[in-house]
């Protein structure tokens, strides 16, 4: 009987070990959105203050968020443009939305080295990794 306790205690501490890492990463990958939202908006706001050429805004996303690797995928939609950053283990999604007067190229990037570029050709912004 004390052996069927403890393991009942034992899973229920896991599934809450389980919860709280899913819960940091949810929380980390919100963060991450928000920091590459705000350089994406500045990079607009670059291209909509003037004549600008080619225009290349760095920054240093995490590898990581909790130990699990992740994605960003660019959206650009008829209902808005989106950052939807995905870690694998755990599979979770986390959403931010964006408003630029500059069109977003869509596509995916890892985390880690992140540019946002502004292609005066093309006339139109891009997440590069």
Do not use: C, K
Request: hydrophobic letters at 40%; aromatic letters at 4%.
């Amino acid at each position: 009987m004390a052996s069927l306790a403890i393991t009942g205690l034992f899973l229920a501490a896991g599934d809450f070990v389980t919860d709280q890492r899913e819960e940091v990463v949810r929380t980390e990958l919100g963060v991450v959105g928000e920091q590459l939202a705000g350089e994406v908006l500045a990079a607009d706001r670059l291209v909509q203050s003037g004549d600008t050429g080619t225009l290349a805004l760095e920054t240093s996303l995490p590898d990581d968020v909790a130990g699990a690797s992740y994605t960003v995928a660019v959206a650009d939609t008829p209902t808005g443009q989106w950052l939807n950053l995905t870690s694998q283990d755990p599979d979770i999604t986390v959403t931010v939305r964006l408003e630029t007067e500059t069109p977003l190229e869509p596509d995916t990037v890892g985390g880690g080295r992140v540019s946002v570029v502004y292609d005066p050709g093309a006339d139109h912004l891009e997440v590069r990794g």
